[in-house]
């Protein structure tokens, strides 16, 4: 009896790092996808054409090799399942760890840890839904809130960022965003085992805070610049 349960123990145990590996790599693609698509937002400062002109950039990219869109797909459907991955990791662990939690420590209650933890399922929440959105907005249906045209990638954002509540819903979730990314990529180094040491401890905890920080003002500059009649038709 006791050696059938210690073979499950390891099984679940191996397990448990499967999906936190799982996690920590879907994760970190994401923050490269993030890096690209903020850099893509900020040509808005450029003005109509030269961002106009990194959307069709990406379209043609890798033609003849690639159909027109090809890349643009391939980034998709490698997005989609990396989603997938995250979510389904993230459920299964928060699963796990809710049902190991036979006694509720009242004391457990008010530690960082778990506050952190909670922080990092409502942010996902609140993630994802803006993500749906997001797509629709720009991609899938292409939602022009004010009524215009949406066939022109930079009128379409001008106009959606113009919207002063559609600000402050991207503002919300690029805030939701900088707290994830801060916990995540600082988890991602831990399950990677890139923190064995002080130093390499330290390190992570700056580039985790740097990169949240970078990515949620980089995103956050083009539609605050927008409200304020900067950046505009």
Do not use: C
Not at 46 to 52: I, Y
Not at 55 to 83: D, K
Not at 106 to 127: C, E
């Amino acid at each position: 009896m006791s050696t059938t349960s210690l073979v499950k123990g390891a099984r679940a145990s191996r397990s448990t790092i499967a999906l936190k590996l799982l996690m920590a790599v879907s994760g970190l693609i994401f923050v490269g996808f993030v890096l690209a698509h903020m850099y893509g937002n900020l040509k808005a400062f450029s003005g109509h054409d030269a961002f106009n002109e990194y959307a069709h950039h990406l379209r043609v990219l890798g033609e003849p090799l690639l159909p027109y869109s090809g890349f643009l797909w391939i980034s998709r459907v490698v997005l989609l399942l990396a989603l997938v991955v995250h979510v389904y990791a993230a459920v299964t662990l928060w699963r796990r760890a809710k049902a190991a939690r036979t006694v509720p420590y009242v004391m457990k209650k008010s530690t960082g840890a778990i506050f952190a933890s909670r922080l990092m399922r409502w942010g996902g929440v609140t993630l994802l839904l803006f993500i749906i959105w997001h797509l629709l907005n720009f991609t899938v249906g292409k939602v022009n809130v004010q009524g215009g045209p949406t066939n022109d990638p930079y009128n379409l954002m001008v106009d959606t960022f113009d919207t002063w509540w559609l600000t402050l819903i991207y503002l919300v979730a690029m805030l939701a965003l900088g707290a994830h990314l801060h916990h995540g990529v600082w988890s991602a180094a831990q399950t990677l085992g890139l923190t064995g040491t002080a130093a390499a401890r330290a390190t992570w905890k700056k580039i985790a805070f740097a990169l949240a920080l970078v990515i949620s003002v980089g995103f956050s500059l083009v539609p605050i610049f927008v409200l304020a009649g900067v950046i505009e038709k």
